[in-house]
Structures are given as C-alpha cells and as structure tokens.
C-alpha cells in the first residue's frame, strides 16, 4: 500500500483525489491540506513519514505549486516521495518546468487509469 | 540628357525666379555656410518662417540655428557633418528639432560639402525640409502601437487565466461524473447526496464566472452613460442590497461627507460598489465586528471615495498583486467569488477616466480608494 498526501485549496478537489486513491486499493491518503503552506510545515516534521506520492495542485493562493517545490525541494527525506502536480490546464511551458523539478504532470481530473499508470512509477 | 531637362537647368542659371519657386515649392529652408569662416552661414527667410521666425530678427550666424536646434540633434549632426567631410559619400542627412514657440519643429536636413581642388571642405550646402506633421503621426503610431500591444499582452494572459478557471469547476464535475457512473455500476448510492452537492457548487462558480466575464465583457464594450448622481445615495441604495443579499446588519456602515455630486454612469458605479462593499463582506474577519467606512475626500491632489473595513486585510505585496485578473488571495472552498470582482472594479473606474488603489489599513482592514482624476493606482 502506497502513502499519498493531496494538496489542493478546493476542498472537491481533495475529496475527489481521496476517494481515487482509496477506490484503488493499492495506495491511502495519509494526509490532505489546503494550505500549501501547511503541507510544507508537516513535511518539515515528518521527513520519515515515507511519502510515496504527492498530488499538489498548481494553482493555490497562498503558495503556486512552484513556489511550493522551491521549497519541497530544500528539504530531505527518509524516502523521496514523487510530486505529480495536478493542473486544469495543459500549458507546456509548466510541463517542462514541472520536468525541471523532477515532476510528473497531469490534467485534473485524477483518473483511476492515471492513478494506476503512477503509482507503477514508484518503487517498492 | 533629356532636352527638356537640359532646358530647365540653363533656365535655373539664367532666370533667379525658377531658382526662388524651386526653393519656395519644393523646400522649407535652404542654408550655405562658409566653411572657411565658420561663423558665417546664409539662411534663407523660409527657414526662419519655418521655425516660427521673423527672418528680419535674424543674423547670418551659425549660433542663430544652433541656440534653437535640440541639444541631442545638434550632436548627431556634427557628428554626421564630420563624417562628410573626411568622406563625400557619407551623407549629411539627418531629422533634427528646432525649437519653435514652446513646440518643437521636426525638420529633415540634408547637405552637401562643396570641396575646393584639393578636397577640402569649404562650403556646405543644405536644405530643409519640415517633417513635423509625419513625425508627430509616427510619433502618435508608436504610442498606439505599445498601448496595442499592451492590450494583446493583457488580454492573452486573460484568456489563459480565464480558460484555467473556467476549465477547473469543469473538470472537477467530470471526475465526480466518473466517480458516480462507478458508484452506479455498482448500484452503489453511499455517496450520491455528497456529489449532487459537490455537483450544485462547481456549477455555480461556474456560473459566477461565466456572468462576471461577460460583466466585463458588457463594461468594455458599452460607453457610459453619465448623469450627475450623488454618492451618498448610490453607497446607500447598494449597501441596502449587499447587505440584504449576505443577510448583514445594516447598521456596519459609516457614511462621511457623501453629499458630492458625480457624473457617471449609475448602473456601472453601483456594480463597482456593490463589488468593493460585498468584497468587504465577503473578507470580513471572523473575530471582529465589520466596520466600513465610505466617505468622500478632495484636496488639491485628487478627488477620492474612500472605502475602509476591518476585515482580514490584505499584505501591501497582495495589494500590489491584486491588479492581476483572477488572482484569488483565499481558497475557492473559504471565500466564493470569482477572481474578478476586482478587475470589474478597476474596468469601472477605467471607463470613468478614474483609477483604484488598495491600501493596507493599520492596524488591520483594506482601503479602496477610488480617485477621480486619473491618478495612477
């Protein structure tokens, strides 16, 4: 079973991405947050909570999801979990910068068949 | 050589008044300038009345021209005229200023060296030619040419703000669809009531954003139509409405000096108010009782309708922020709108020659300010 934390200012979204990832049955939602900002803070004090798999929205008010991997990418872990940033839209100027931070990047909605396609990306 | 051409130039040697038409028809001055004594140049009457000149107030000297021509211009024609005279085939040919009234004269002069045996430069024969009216229309093109491509450049990343958000509700309503067709197939029903729900919400900020484009939309494309009104009795009829609307006591809004008379479009000025005071609503903080604030204040700086709250307040980074279409501040889940209560805002005063400024209140809240006399926000 998989670890995957959601992060997402629309309180649908986060549900919705909850419910795929626990439809799946092969990955849990450990945590879900709002606030960029807050997800960041509990990173800091978890970095042996073997993330596996983040989706991490793009568009927040507080802090964009690049913003938010600027900082993600400063902090060390006991286990690297994979970002996948979730977006509504498909601009190929954010795909290759996702690409810089080692990203994955997909269009909103999550789908089961995506679901599946990335959590057979992350290793064991 | 054609023997008409040949005509005209024996014709130009002989009679002096071919030479006067040819000057008065064809150029706006003419100078010859005595290389040798340097002070000395001879400026036709025309090139003084070109300038704005009476040519009798004028002596034949170089500082004549040269006290009126643009300082930066006078450089590029020395430079320019000493080219020619080290080399015959660099030309002499340069759009200069000349001071004229408070105005400037746009003038194209072009020259010629005339060398003795030897080579050397010893007179200088020029012409001028006024180009005012084609520099201030090249002049005006390039403004209205960056303002057109200001605009592009707006409306681009407009459509691409106005895509993502119309697109987002979008989305998030196909991945419940999905979800829902699973559940079905499973004649699964646990979760229907939530997704119905989920379903209203996303339809509804669709819709709030389909109407505030199209708000938009109507603002810049409608001239406004401008009767006197005063502010007072706008502030009130709208705050009546907002606070109605939201449920709100009445009683939260403070009016001052609000008697001022303004000459504006009135459904516009009431849309722009009823932004700013249900955005006042909409960010009030939960631990404090809402207090606005409306009045009116003029100096000799500007005319301003200042509206203040307690609210949550923004940073002065997001104040700055907040000229950026669609830029949300709060979470869609916390605070409902559209991004764009503030773009119409700002559309608005726009359209009334007016402009907005946010302030940071201290020690907490916002202040809208509205300024009458195109201040720049």
Redesign the interface.
């Known amino acids: 079973m998989k670890n995957v934390v959601c992060v997402d ?5 986060l ?2 991405n909850s ?2 990832v626990t ?1 799946s049955k092969k990955a849990k939602v450990v945590e879900s947050f ?2 960029p900002r807050e997800a960041l803070k509990w990173f800091k004090v978890h970095p042996d909570a073997k993330i596996d798999l983040v989706f991490l929205d793009l ?4 802090m964009g999801g690049f913003e938010f991997l600027e900082a993600f990418s400063q902090l060390s872990f006991s286990r690297q979990p994979l970002i996948c940033l979730l ?3 498909n ?1 190929p100027s954010e795909v290759s910068r996702a690409r810089e931070f080692g990203a994955e990047f997909v ?5 089961k068949s995506y679901l599946e396609s990335i959590l057979a990306k992350v290793r064991d | 050589m054609h023997y008409l051409e040949q005509e005209l130039r024996q014709l130009v040697k002989q009679d002096e008044q071919i030479f006067r038409f040819v000057e008065e028809g064809c150029l706006d001055g003419i100078w010859y300038w005595d290389l040798e004594k340097p002070e000395n140049e001879w400026m036709s009457p025309k090139m003084w009345e070109t300038l704005g000149c009476d040519p009798s107030t004028k002596r034949h000297l170089v500082s004549e021209w040269q006290d009126l021509i643009h300082p930066d211009d006078l450089a590029t024609a020395i430079e320019n005229f000493n080219s020619h005279c080290r080399d015959p085939n660099a030309k002499y040919d340069q759009y200069v200023r000349y001071r004229n009234g408070s105005d400037w004269t746009w003038v194209r002069c072009r020259g010629i060296a005339i060398r003795n045996k030897e080579g050397k430069p010893i007179r200088m024969l020029g012409a001028h030619v006024d180009v005012t009216e084609i520099k201030t229309l090249q002049l005006e093109t390039a403004v209205q040419r960056r303002e057109l491509e200001e605009r592009n450049q707006e409306l681009s990343v407009f459509a ?1 703000a106005a ?3 119309l ?2 509700p979008v ?2 309503m ?3 669809i ?2 829902m067709k ?1 559940d079905a197939s499973e004649n699964d029903h646990t ?1 229907l009531e ?1 997704n119905i729900q ?1 379903l209203e ?2 339809a509804l900020r669709t819709q709030r954003l389909t109407n505030a484009l199209l708000t938009i939309g109507r603002i810049q494309n409608t001239a406004p139509m401008k009767k006197l009104g005063r502010v007072g009795s706008f502030t009130e009829k709208v705050w009546q409405e907002v606070a109605e609307e939201y449920e709100f006591d009445k009683q939260s809004l403070e009016f001052v000096g609000l008697n001022q008379e303004l000459n504006v479009d009135h459904d516009m000025f009431e849309l722009m108010l009823r932004n700013i005071l249900s955005n006042c609503i909409k960010y009030r903080h939960p631990d404090r009782n809402l207090k606005i604030r409306v009045a009116w204040a003029e100096d000799q700086v500007s005319r301003r309708l200042e509206i203040e709250d307690n609210g949550c307040g923004m940073t002065l980074e997001q104040c700055k922020e907040s000229t950026i279409f669609f830029k ?7 605070i409902e709108g559209s991004g764009l209560g503030l773009g119409i805002v700002r559309q608005i005063a726009k359209r009334h020659g007016a402009s907005v400024r946010l302030e940071p209140k201290l020690p907490f809240g916002l202040k809208v300010v509205v300024c009458f006399d195109g201040e720049e926000s």
């Open positions: 200012d629309c309180v649908i979204d549900k919705l419910k795929v439809r709002m606030d568009n927040m008010p507080h977006t509504s839209s601009n269009t909103k909605p999550l789908s | 691409h895509s993502h958000d697109q987002s989305k998030s196909l991945g419940i999905s979800l699973e979760d939530e989920h919400t996303l949300r501040f709060h979470s869609a889940s916390d």
